[in-house]
């Protein structure tokens, strides 16, 4: 297998090194070439013909945003985004990832980090991942999926969803065709750094109908609304009284994951008197497939659904969904969000 040939634009001529240093340390991976602007990475890309490009969000002359959209439009292929955790950066960061970037790694101490090596590994596994990532011009043309009829056993229903590598955009395509109606709660983990959750879930807000925040502990869970856990804890539903609370915590990471989808969605199988709804969308590793069988031995009438490979950017979380058995359907993203309105709404058409 040849190396993954990676090119990086980064103004900084020490993050250039030392990110090259990083990269280069592993045998998986051949950096092509390093750029000190957008302009210079776009015709670096011409020039060396990478299979993946790393791309710093604050830059002079083109910065990150705009070099993202010529690439996307120009010659797509698979790009990871490095910025800073600040409020401004984080905000570049999702909207990178909307217009396509595959995934966005935070730099530990703003736009110099004299101490990237402490996340070396991070670096050149999310590197190695999103080089496997399907990168499209257009968009596949949508399709109908067909539902089965599921009927309601309980008054309330819960929606989660729990997805990762190329999470963001497919949460825009699902939330923003929920109705304002929508009647029941969605909880979501998306496997994000701390601090762009937050930007993550402002972002889906502006763009959605129904209401979408990053979660808090303790508070009540809301019909219509969708919760994101923030980075860096796990988030779980509990009970209280006649009512759903989110509880936030600290509890060691699961493969490296915090939050962890098997978190949530193992809460959600000790839920009483609910009907359950368990999405698990685009995402590398198995995070999700030990809560589904959870869920389902609670619950065996709970529905669980997986994102179709086509659609995926990464099909490794929905993959490991349908290896457990106890997927009742497998739909296309572009019919996602119909999808779940219709079950939830008990009006999903017989196979």
């Known amino acids: 297998m040849s190396a993954i040939r990676v090119l990086i634009i980064e103004d900084s001529a020490f993050m250039r090194k030392m990110i090259t240093d990083i990269l280069a340390s592993d045998s998986r991976i051949h950096v092509v070439g390093t750029a000190r602007n957008g302009k210079d990475g776009l015709d670096k890309i011409k020039q060396r013909s990478p299979d993946i490009v790393t791309l710093d969000v604050e ?6 945003i705009e070099t993202l959209e010529r690439i996307m439009t120009i010659a797509p ?33 703003g736009a110099i980090s004299l101490d990237i090596e402490t996340i070396k590994q991070e670096i050149i596994s999310k590197v190695i991942t999103a080089a496997k990532a399907k990168i499209s011009k257009h968009p596949p043309i949508s399709q109908h999926a067909l539902l089965s009829n599921k009927q309601q056993t309980y008054e309330n229903s819960i929606v989660t969803i729990g997805t ?24 979501i983990v998306q496997h994000m750094p701390a601090k762009f959750t937050k930007s993550l879930a402002d ?5 959605s109908h129904i209401r979408v925040k990053e979660a808090t502990h303790g508070e009540l869970v809301q019909k219509g609304t969708a919760y994101i856990a923030p980075g860096d804890y796990h988030m779980k539903a509990r009970q209280a009284g006649m009512s759903l609370a989110i509880e936030l915590t600290q509890e060691p990471s699961e493969r490296g ?11 959600v199988a000790s839920l009483r008197q609910i009907n359950k709804f368990a999405i698990v969308l685009t995402g590398m590793g198995q995070d999700g497939a030990r ?23 990464v099909y490794g979380m929905p ?28 009006r999903g058409r017989n196979q």
């Open 59 to 64: 830059m002079p002359v083109m910065d990150g």
């Open 257 to 267: 994951h915090r939050p962890a989808v098997n978190v949530l969605f193992e809460s």
């Open 291 to 313: 809560g589904i069988q959870a869920i389902k031995k609670a619950d065996p009438k709970a529905v669980i659904i997986s994102e179709s490979e086509e659609s995926t950017v």
């Open 203 to 207: 972002r889906l807000d502006m763009l």
């Open 319 to 346: 993959s490991a969904a349908v290896k457990t058995g106890h997927v009742n359907q497998v739909i296309h993203l572009n019919s996602m969000g119909q999808t779940i309105n219709d079950l939830i709404r008990g």
């Open 164 to 187: 990762s590598t190329g999470g963001p955009r497919a949460l825009q395509q699902v939330l923003t065709a929920l109705p304002n109606d929508f009647p029941a709660p969605v909880l």
């Open 77 to 109: 292929l698979p790009v990871v985004m490095l910025s800073s955790a600040t409020r401004e950066g984080t905000q570049k960061a999702v909207q990178a990832i909307s217009i396509g970037a595959v995934d966005v790694i935070a730099k530990p101490s």
